[in-house]
């Protein structure tokens, strides 16, 4: 069946790029989402990606997919302690509607 | 402003006390969802539900049930909560249930039943 894994904690020093990575098991997914949630928030869209890209930048952050071996990974230049949160990696079921399968989360630690 | 709202955010309840936990769009989105979320989990589809009236199962159904009389809004009712249903629940909606579409969370609700 999907499922999604990625592991549970990071931590980083300010300034630091941080990279965050994800395996997916659903090779039809045509979009691959992540999510940031802050303490005590629901999940924010941070950036998302085609299957058919092997990149994408947006401002800080960069996606990376690599679709041969269904990784995924998100990098964040030059992170700041505004960054700590969990990021979720999600894939979109392939079945036919809008259901998205979730990572367990990375919870990232920023430290001075 | 467009946004997902729950009722309520917090909620300490007993085992087998019915309850109902509300969820409005005002983004005249067709799809909404619900999700829960447990430590080492991630988030679990319970329940979704395509348009009005149109209602089905997720991956995590049993001990819910959701209605869609309205398209602005899709509660979550728990007719006999237990223990294992401790967890933090998020709905979320699109404009269309096709894969594309940004789902739009809202804040969450912590239940907690003893």
């Known amino acids: 069946g999907e499922d999604v894994e990625q592991s549970l904690f990071l931590s980083v020093r300010e300034g630091d790029s941080s990279v965050i990575n994800c395996t997916y098991t659903d090779s039809s997914s045509t979009y691959l989402y992540w999510y940031k949630q802050e303490p005590g928030a629901g999940l924010q869209l941070l950036t998302y990606i085609f299957s058919n890209m092997d990149m994408k930048q947006d401002q800080r952050l960069t996606v990376l997919l690599n679709k041969k071996d269904k990784h995924l990974s998100l990098r964040i230049a030059d992170t700041q302690t505004g960054d700590s949160a969990i990021y979720f990696c999600?894939?979109?079921?392939?079945?036919?509607?809008?259901?998205?399968?979730f990572g367990a989360g990375t919870r990232l630690a920023v430290h001075p | 402003e467009a946004q997902v709202t729950q009722n309520p955010r917090y909620l300490i309840t007993v085992t087998g006390k019915k309850l109902t936990v509300t969820c409005s769009q005002n983004m005249n989105h067709e799809y909404m969802s619900w999700y829960r979320q447990d430590p080492g989990l991630g988030l679990r589809q319970i329940y979704y539900?395509?348009?009005?009236?149109?209602?089905d199962k997720g991956d995590v159904p049993e001990g819910y049930k959701v209605s869609r009389k309205e398209k602005r809004n899709f509660p979550l009712i728990l007719e006999s909560p237990s223990p294992n249903q401790t967890s933090l629940y998020f709905c979320a909606s699109s404009s269309e249930g096709q894969g594309m579409d940004e789902q739009y969370f809202g804040p969450g609700t912590r239940l907690t039943v003893t």
């Open positions: 539900s395509m348009n009005v009236e149109v209602t």
């Open positions: 999600a894939e979109v079921f392939s079945g036919g509607y809008n259901k998205l399968i």
